[in-house]
């Protein structure tokens, strides 16, 4: 059971230059999710996905996009990438986005670097 | 609106003595909360969590943590640290929506040998 697997782990990119993040996960959950993780700062969601076929922002959206491709699979992608994207990048799932019982299963991360 | 405060960034204690991170929320109706545990280059995975079943809350590897409601407070605790207990913590409220999750600004505990 391999649970969330994004790809890649690691990635360098130039200012300016695009990039897809892949998530997919084999748990028969409904929602996905995309954070990304700043020092001191904690968790921020980028954008979520209640359900197959629905997008919704999160909290930091901006210079970002997704497509929720279909149940298994949740993208992240960035168009033109800036230094202050340079961030760890977590998927995460969850199988109810129901208050109480909303649980995440979370990847293992990507380190993107925008130099 | 709701927020999570975790009043601790680092927190240093000895192998085998208690371990307290603490944890304050702020919510304008009744939360869940969570506590996530993240180990050194890996994803974060559930401690416990809270849904107004029982205050108390216990959850994997000995942890638990107890709801105040008048002291907005959800403290994590254990009695007696291990080494591998060494970790980043992150308390976590929901947010307005129930796919939005708040995350505090996480605590870093240290256990010396």
């Known amino acids: 059971n391999a649970g969330v697997t994004q790809t890649p782990k690691f990635q360098v990119l130039k200012t300016g230059q695009s990039m897809t993040l892949q998530c997919a996960q084999d748990m028969n959950h409904n929602s996905m999710y995309w954070y990304r993780q700043d020092p001191g700062m904690g968790l921020r969601l980028i954008y979520y996905?209640?359900?197959?076929?629905?997008?919704d922002k999160g909290e930091v959206p901006n210079g970002y996009n997704v497509s929720r491709l279909n149940k298994r699979e949740f993208s992240l992608r960035l168009e033109s990438a800036a230094p202050s994207q340079t961030s760890v990048y977590f998927c995460?799932?969850?199988?109810?986005?129901?208050?109480?019982?909303?649980?995440?299963?979370f990847g293992a991360g990507s380190r993107l670097t925008v130099l | 609106a709701q927020s999570v405060t975790q009043l601790d960034s680092h927190v240093s204690v000895s192998e085998g003595t208690p371990v307290l991170l603490r944890c304050n929320y702020s919510?304008?109706?009744?939360?869940?909360l969570f506590w996530y545990v993240q180990h050194p280059n890996k994803g974060l995975q559930l401690l416990l969590k809270y849904t107004s079943a029982a205050t108390l809350v216990k959850g994997i590897n000995g942890f638990e943590a107890e709801f105040k409601k008048s002291e907005t407070s959800f403290h994590l605790t254990k009695p007696s640290a291990h080494m591998s207990d060494a970790a980043e913590y992150f308390c976590?409220?929901?947010?307005?929506?129930?796919?939005?999750?708040?995350f505090g600004s996480g605590t870093r505990l240290l256990v010396r040998p």
């Open positions: 919510s304008s109706y009744s939360p869940s």
């Open positions: 995460a799932s969850s199988q109810s986005g129901s208050s109480g019982a909303n649980v995440l299963t």
């Open positions: 976590v409220v929901t947010g307005d929506s129930s796919y939005k999750l708040i």
């Open positions: 996905s209640a359900s197959e076929g629905t997008t």
